[in-house]
C-alpha cells in the first residue's frame, strides 16, 4: 500500500479497514492522517514508512497497541 499527499491531504482509515502488512506514505507540502483504532492488522503486524517534505504524517493507534517509530521528516512532522 502505497499513500501519496502532494499540496494536500490524504485520511486513511476512517472505520474498519485492512491495511497491508507494508505501508509506504510520500507526503510532500501536504499531510498525512492514519487511524489504526479500528483496523484488521494482518498477521504480524504493519510496517509503515514514512517519508515526509514540508508536511506531516499522522499515526493514531489504539491504547495498548506496541508501536514503533522510525521515518525521515525534512522540515516538517511525523
Do not use: C, Y
Not at 504524517?57 to 516538517?76: D, I, N
Request: aromatic letters at 8%.
Amino acid at each position: 500500500m502505497f499513500i501519496i499527499a502532494v499540496f494536500g491531504g490524504q485520511k486513511t482509515g476512517k472505520g474498519p479497514w485492512r491495511p497491508e502488512s507494508k505501508v509506504r506514505t510520500l507526503a510532500l507540502f501536504g499531510g498525512i492522517d492514519m487511524d489504526f483504532r479500528e483496523a484488521q492488522l494482518p498477521e504480524g503486524g504493519t510496517r509503515i514508512t514514512s517519508w515526509t517534505l514540508f508536511g506531516g504524517t499522522r499515526v493514531v493507534a489504539p491504547k495498548g497497541m506496541p508501536v514503533s517509530v522510525s521515518g525521515l521528516s525534512l522540515l516538517g512532522g511525523t
